[in-house]
């Protein structure tokens, strides 16, 4: 499985990137959110979750780890494609979404095109749990200082030894918010303190 690519950025738009990595072209699937992060720029990293079916191999791409876990649970949605689920994140930012889908507002999802009642009140009821604004919320705050892959590192790592996904959120954006320029191995051992 691919999980991001990096490389320069040959063509974009609205809703497709292709990026060159050593040689060879991909040709990304992206939302409205992704165009608008890389607008502008020669070279980018992009996260990318493979869809292969009988007649294609799709490649999808996002800004952030973030973006593509919503991707991934919209598409777990019985009746939501990947372009359905493209559509969706191309009409909310991720946070946003996850706001919506946490506080149950059926009429904001309704907007999207293609999204109808049922399907709208299918996606609430199947993501209701499965999404978490507190978290959500809580990176943000550190991508708003700009250390947005020190906050993931830091919390991907303290998951991986043991510890709660939130309870960890919590200590990094806390050591971020009094020394935003720590390096991610500082915070991991600062927050095995507090932890």
Do not use: W
């Amino acid at each position: 499985m691919i999980d991001y690519m990096k490389g320069e950025i040959v063509e974009l738009i609205p809703a497709r990137m292709t990026l060159e990595c050593a040689g060879i072209g991909y040709e990304l699937n992206i939302s409205l959110h992704t165009f608008s992060a890389y607008n502008g720029r020669q070279q980018g990293k992009i996260f990318v979750h493979e869809v292969i079916r009988e007649d294609a191999h799709l490649l999808y791409g996002f800004s952030s780890k973030e973006e593509r876990e919503l991707f991934l649970l919209l598409t777990g949605v019985s009746g939501v494609g990947p372009n359905t689920a493209r559509t969706i994140l191309s009409s909310y930012p991720p946070l946003e979404l996850t706001q919506i889908i946490s506080s149950q507002n059926e009429a904001s999802l309704t907007v999207v095109k293609g999204i109808g009642l049922k399907t709208a009140q299918r996606i609430l009821i199947d993501l209701k749990n499965k999404v978490k604004p507190v978290e959500t919320a809580a990176l943000t705050g550190a991508t708003a200082m700009g250390n947005a892959n020190v906050a993931e590192e830091a919390v991907a790592a303290l998951v991986m030894l043991g510890y709660q996904k939130a309870a960890s959120q919590k200590v990094v954006v806390a050591i971020l918010k009094g020394s935003p320029v720590l390096p991610v191995e500082q915070v991991i051992k600062s927050a095995l303190r507090m932890l």
